[in-house]
Structure formats: structure tokens, C-alpha cells
């Protein structure tokens, strides 16, 4: 999902509750906190020899010992990111990735594979990220002959 998909939704959903889950539908706790938003920017080489860019937004949430037992309002964390965007250039075309882990989840930057909403929330169900061969898929994909370097 790229970052103004996102945002989009958000603005669409105005004081809701905003909740990410897993695909089994279990929840980042209540009482997250949105603890840093990241404009990643990665420079690459694969085993092709072939150099890759691309930009991502990291959202990293943490949820404290002392929570609480509210959601944060998708209001609350538009105010968040209006401001961070105000001092940090944000990609708007980037993935956005969800970065969190605890007992349900391992902590990685997660993707956002599709989202719900309902009168009372909006939920993003995020999906593990997976690891590749660039170089195999521009093969597969018939881009070049040759796979690694």
C-alpha cells in the first residue's frame, strides 16, 4: 500500500479507531504508540549486479507497559503525521510499512495487504515481509537472460 493510499483512508475515516492486525486477526495491543515515523530511503545491489533504489515510510509503533485501553483515533495520528511531514519530506508515492513487534508479532517492517473498516474502526491487516531474489525475477519475468552475477 503506498503512503497516501493510506493517508487517504485515514482522512476518509475521521475519528475512528485505528487498528492493525495480523492475518489471523489478532491486534496490536490498545494503547500503541506511534513512536517514529521514518522516510527510508535504500540503495541496493543485487546479486545481478543490477542497483535498486526506492523510498518507504516506516511507521514504528510500541505499546508501553502502561497502556491504555483505547485505540488511537485515525484523527489523532493524521495530526501526527501533518506535523512530521511539516519537518521531514515524506515520500507520498512510497510503500508504507508498518514497523512492531511483541508476543504476537516478530518485530520486522511489516506490509499492509488490505484494510476494513466499520462504523466504529479501520483496520490495516498487515503481512510479514518476504525475502527474494531480484535477479531470479527479472529471469522469470523475461527481463534479462542471466541471473546472478
Known amino acids: 500500500m503506498k503512503t497516501h493510499?493510506?493517508?487517504?483512508?485515514?482522512?476518509?475515516?475521521?475519528?475512528?479507531?485505528?487498528?492493525?492486525?495480523?492475518?489471523?486477526?489478532?491486534?496490536?495491543h490498545a494503547g500503541y504508540h506511534l513512536t517514529e515515523i521514518k522516510a527510508a530511503s535504500f540503495e541496493t545491489v543485487d546479486c545481478g549486479g543490477k542497483t535498486n533504489r526506492w523510498n518507504e515510510t516506516i511507521l514504528q509503533l510500541?505499546?508501553?507497559?502502561?497502556?491504555?485501553?483505547?485505540?488511537?483515533?485515525?484523527?489523532?495520528?493524521?495530526s501526527i503525521y501533518d506535523k512530521v511531514r511539516r519537518l521531514v519530506l515524506l515520500d507520498e508515492q512510497a510503500e508504507?510499512?508498518?514497523?512492531?513487534?511483541?508476543?504476537?508479532?516478530?518485530?520486522?517492517?511489516?506490509?499492509?495487504s488490505h484494510w476494513r473498516e466499520d462504523k466504529a474502526a479501520i483496520r490495516f491487516f498487515l503481512k510479514p515481509p518476504a525475502t527474494t531474489c531480484k535477479a531470479r525475477d527479472r529471469v522469470l519475468?523475461?527481463?534479462?537472460?542471466?541471473?546472478?552475477?
Request: charged share 30%; net charge negative.
Open 96 to 112: 508504507i510499512r508498518i514497523e512492531y513487534g511483541d508476543e504476537n508479532f516478530f518485530s520486522t517492517p511489516y506490509h499492509i
Open 141 to 149: 519475468s523475461g527481463k534479462t537472460e542471466s541471473c546472478c552475477a
Open 5 to 28: 493510499e493510506f493517508i487517504k483512508a485515514l482522512r476518509n475515516s475521521a475519528d475512528k479507531e485505528l487498528i492493525f492486525a495480523n492475518a489471523d486477526e489478532q491486534s496490536i
Open 62 to 78: 510500541w505499546v508501553p507497559e502502561d497502556a491504555e485501553d483505547t485505540y488511537m483515533k485515525s484523527d489523532k495520528f493524521l
